[in-house]
């Protein structure tokens, strides 16, 4: 564990101090594992809210709440030289209010990829799929407003579906992949969206607002098929932590003889949850192939809301 820092940071943290990546769950996995490979000289803290998931169906004051939380641990506890909030709904909620609070540290949210989205798609209509708290606020309708001028984007709010896929993981995979709950809900909400393929007024391109939707990926591919584009966030949000990171001079200095195509190791690993820690293990596991002892609870008390 690094150095204790001041919760609102002021000297500049060491270039061996970890990132820290936070999301409710376990959907921030993928961003992270994004990271691992834009930064494979780095170390990472990553801090799954497991214990208070989801976050889209609770409104902003709880995730706000919990966000800064999550935040000021990850800076006191960890000694953190930058935090990315690998979750949607929490960006959504919170991304502007902890700029305010910690102007110091270099702060990396998630939005749904509204703009490649509307840039890519040929019929110039776009799916997005994404949680209540994300779909429902002002920043999202600002994003809608600023890329909606030559592409129609259907929306839909998808209650459920990140608890599905956090829970599917406590689980073996199973033998039907067609019968999960997970497949029922992309299903479903796809569905209510409309119709999916490369023909004109058809959506061609569906976006993940919500870090968890990757981990379903298979799923909404054998529902939409082979031609639609689904869009999710990992990548540029990993290149925008490397910018923010060298423009601190604060990047991890790359070491000589380093292979070109690394990737973050279990070493430079540590997994943090609220909740199961056999459900992140199993997730660590089965997604990035990352071994049950990069993982632990988290060393943080639990809210009295928790699960409330
Ligand atoms: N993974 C989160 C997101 O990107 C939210 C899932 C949830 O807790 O509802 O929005």
């Not at 993928?30 to 490979?37: D, E, K």
């Not at 929490?90 to 305010?100: D, I, N, P």
């Not at 809900?185 to 607002?209: H, N, P, R």
């Not at 997730?283 to 008390?301: I, S």
Request: hydrophobic content about 40%; some cysteine.
């Amino acid at each position: 564990m690094s150095a204790p820092r001041s919760a609102t940071p002021s000297q500049a943290p060491s270039f061996s101090a970890p990132i820290g990546v936070f999301d409710s769950g376990i959907g921030g996995l993928s961003v992270l594992q994004a990271l691992r490979h834009e930064l494979p000289h780095e170390r990472f803290v990553y801090l799954a809210d497991s214990g208070n998931a989801p976050y889209g169906e609770r409104g902003d004051d709880f995730v706000i709440a919990r966000t800064r939380t999550i935040a000021q641990h990850l800076i006191q506890a960890h000694g953190i030289k930058a935090l990315v909030i690998a979750c949607n709904t929490a960006t959504t909620a919170a991304v502007s209010l902890l700029r305010a609070e910690l102007p110091g540290l270099p702060l990396i949210g998630v939005e749904p990829a509204l703009k490649p989205a509307s840039l890519s798609s040929q019929t110039h209509h776009v799916g997005v799929i994404a949680t209540r708290g994300t779909v429902s606020s002002q920043r999202f309708a600002r994003l809608v407003a600023e890329h909606g001028a030559h592409t129609q984007f259907h929306v839909q709010a998808c209650d459920g579906l990140a608890r599905a896929i956090e829970q599917s993981t406590e689980v073996p995979l199973p033998a039907d992949p067609s019968a999960t709950e997970t497949r029922a809900l992309c299903a479903l909400y796809t569905g209510m969206l409309g119709s999916f393929g490369v023909k004109t007024g058809q959506m061609d391109t569906l976006v993940l607002g919500c870090t968890h939707y990757i981990f379903a990926k298979d799923d909404l591919r054998a529902l939409l098929g082979p031609e639609v584009q689904l869009i999710d966030t990992g990548a540029p949000v990993a290149r925008q932590t490397r910018r923010l990171l060298a423009a601190a001079g604060h990047l991890a200095p790359e070491p000589a003889g380093a292979p070109a195509n690394a990737l973050a190791g279990p070493a430079q690993l540590q997994l943090m949850t609220t909740g199961s820690l056999a459900a992140l293990q199993s997730g660590a596991q089965r997604w990035l192939q990352l071994p049950a002892t990069c993982c632990q609870a988290a060393d943080m008390e639990q809210p009295a809301t928790a699960r409330g």
